[in-house]
């Protein structure tokens, strides 16, 4: 999910923010639900809100993504190609497509809008649509010279290490294919032991003391793996083990800056240890990554009142009770707090 986040910053959107509330609402809740994986109840809340809005290209977007996930191909190609009159050929715009016309067998196209993206950092898999599309189009040369691109700049992607091996094992190169497939393999075989022992360690923090579920967690660190790093410090904090959570969490964050959910569940962490000062510039951070996200508004105007600055508290809560407005608790604070700054 955070890639696709992170594709939707790359995109930007061209329309401007109305005040309509409800439409908001709307729009704020769907995003929730993508960050959960479920598009299907995402797709009909962005549906409500540009039933409000339906000129906001933002929302649009968001919606066209969510289509995509769902490889509802035809109406995603529909709203992205509105978007592409609205705004021009944007690169994102153009990401979505060109993988639309891959998955429709045009390699030709794809590889027109794909090509000028393959060296681009914010569409990091690029390179292996790219390679996909040329090894469609029977240039198989240059089909892998764009894979081998793609498993450097995605060394722990599985899928490129497995098209990778077919294409050498097709051209006989046997020795190189072993090696990717060697590669894959034990690639599933980490991911089917962290769940095994994610498992484990969820159980271990319900049922045991902090001590013995730490011996059982800390199987899944490794220092190198941000996702390892990052799948460790979610399970401590779950658990209510914020303080164990603050060094996984820190080093998925240095290994992966662009990572939202690290920063996210670093702020929480620091939030809940009451460290605030510590948590604030963490939650600006994922706030300003994922400013639609409800939890890290919610929590960052909770920083800034344990600070005692509610003045720049207040418009971080209006911005997350117009994502969520059906939340009570936060509606009470927000009301609390525009009568205190009446008085």
Same mark, same amino acid.
């Given at each position: ?37 479920? =598009? ?11 039933? #409000? ?6 929302? @649009? ?10 490889? @509802?191909?035809?109406? %995603? ?35 027109? !809008? ?10 990091? $898999? ?22 081998? @691109?793609?498993? $450097? ?37 980490v991911r089917r032991l962290v769940e095994v022992e994610g498992h484990a360690c969820a159980a271990a923090l $319900? ?5 013995? %579920?730490?011996? #059982? ?18 399970? =401590? ?20 800056? !662009?990572?939202?959910?690290? *920063? ?7 939030? *809940? ?11 600006? !951070? %994922?706030?300003?990554?994922?400013? !639609? ?18 003045? &720049? ?6 911005? &997350? ?8 608790k936060l509606a009470a604070a927000l009301e609390r707090m $525009? &009568?205190?700054?009446?008085?």
């Amino acid at each position: 999910m955070q890639a696709v986040i992170l594709v939707l910053i790359a995109l930007g959107g061209g329309g401007q923010a109305v005040d309509r509330s409800a439409a908001t609402a709307h729009a704020g809740k769907a995003a929730q639900l993508m960050q959960n994986y479920q =598009y299907g109840e995402a797709a009909v809340e962005f549906e409500k809100a540009l039933a #409000i809005d339906p000129g906001n290209d933002e929302v @649009r977007i968001q919606y066209a993504t969510c289509l995509f996930a769902q490889a @509802r191909n035809g109406e %995603a190609r529909r709203e992205f190609e509105t978007e592409r009159k609205r705004l021009g050929d944007l690169l994102g715009l153009n990401y979505y497509l060109g993988q639309l016309d891959l998955r429709g067998n045009d390699f030709a196209a794809a590889i027109g !809008k794909l090509l000028p993206l393959s060296t681009n950092p914010a569409f990091p $898999k690029a390179s292996f649509y790219l390679g996909l599309a040329y090894l469609g189009e029977g240039q198989q040369a240059r089909g892998v010279e764009f894979l081998e @691109r793609a498993a $450097k700049d995605n060394p722990d992607d599985q899928e490129v290490h497995y098209r990778l091996g077919r294409e050498y094992s097709f051209a006989g190169r046997e020795e190189d294919a072993n090696r990717e497939y060697k590669i894959y393999d034990d690639s599933r075989e980490v991911r089917r032991l962290v769940e095994v022992e994610g498992h484990a360690c969820a159980a271990a923090l $319900k049922e045991r003391t902090l001590a013995q %579920a730490r011996e #059982i967690c800390q199987r899944i660190a490794d220092p190198k793996d941000a996702r390892r790093m990052l799948y460790l410090g979610e399970l =401590y904090a779950r658990g209510g083990a914020f303080a164990d959570a603050l060094e996984p969490l820190e080093a998925a964050a240095k290994l992966d800056p !662009k990572a939202f959910d690290a *920063w996210h569940n670093l702020g929480l962490s620091l939030y *809940w240890l009451r460290r605030y000062q510590e948590a604030l510039p963490v939650l600006e !951070k %994922a706030a300003a990554m994922n400013p !639609k996200f409800f939890d890290t508004l919610n929590l960052l105007a909770s920083t800034y009142h344990a600070l005692g600055n509610d003045e &720049a508290a207040l418009p971080i809560m209006e911005r &997350a009770h117009a994502l969520n407005p059906g939340d009570a608790k936060l509606a009470a604070a927000l009301e609390r707090m $525009k &009568a205190a700054k009446a008085r």
